[in-house]
């Protein structure tokens, strides 16, 4: 569990919670915010169904996906690393926010074969993601095969 400070600390600086006082930010980024602000933070669930009792501190320390401005990270159930997608656009709609991302090239695999890391979410384009808001704290990922449970933001208390 060396990890999960590490984890922590990484979410917090992409998150942009860390040392920007919210006057500074609001003023480098304009009052506008992005149509996937809602989003920004970490969410788990999803590859498999959320506990009824999960702890702020166990949803922390094994985030499934972290929403910021300009990147999707997601886990997988292979591998340690999270995986990384550049957002080109997130434009929103009435149910929720549908995001496009830069093209990823795809890995070799271990030792330069297989079909290497997951770089979409299973959707039927592994460059676009539709995510439909259930709630102030619930998301899906409709058609999605990684992801065939809700999502529920981590609370940070």
Same mark, same amino acid.
């Given at each position: 569990?060396?990890?999960?400070?590490?984890?922590?600390?990484?979410?917090?600086?992409?998150?942009?919670?860390?040392?920007?006082?919210?006057?500074?930010?609001?003023?480098?980024?304009?009052?506008?915010?992005?149509?996937?602000?809602?989003?920004?933070?970490?969410?788990?669930?999803?590859?498999?169904?959320?506990?009824?009792?999960?702890?702020?501190?166990?949803?922390?320390?094994? =985030?499934?996906?972290?929403?910021?401005?300009?990147?999707?990270?997601?886990?997988?159930?292979?591998?340690?690393?999270?995986?990384?997608?550049?957002?080109?656009?997130?434009?929103?709609? =009435?149910?929720?926010?549908?995001?496009?991302?830069?093209?990823?090239?795809?890995?070799?695999?271990?030792?330069?074969?297989?079909?290497?890391?997951?770089?979409?979410?299973?959707?039927?384009?592994?460059?676009?993601?539709?995510?439909?808001?259930?709630?102030?704290?619930?998301?899906?990922?409709?058609?999605?095969?990684?992801?065939?449970?809700?999502?529920?933001?981590?609370?940070?208390?």
């Amino acid at each position: 569990m060396r990890r999960a400070p590490q984890l922590l600390a990484a979410v917090a600086v992409l998150s942009g919670a860390v040392l920007v006082p919210a006057s500074t930010a609001v003023q480098a980024q304009g009052a506008a915010q992005p149509p996937h602000s809602y989003l920004f933070g970490t969410w788990t669930g999803g590859i498999f169904p959320t506990p009824a009792n999960l702890t702020p501190q166990a949803c922390l320390s094994q =985030p499934v996906v972290i929403f910021t401005r300009d990147l999707v990270l997601r886990a997988t159930l292979t591998d340690q690393m999270l995986t990384q997608r550049e957002i080109e656009t997130a434009r929103a709609n =009435p149910q929720g926010t549908e995001f496009r991302f830069a093209v990823a090239a795809g890995g070799g695999g271990l030792l330069g074969g297989g079909a290497g890391p997951q770089i979409g979410f299973g959707c039927e384009d592994p460059n676009v993601l539709h995510v439909q808001r259930r709630g102030e704290n619930e998301i899906v990922f409709p058609g999605c095969a990684d992801f065939p449970n809700p999502l529920v933001r981590c609370h940070t208390r």
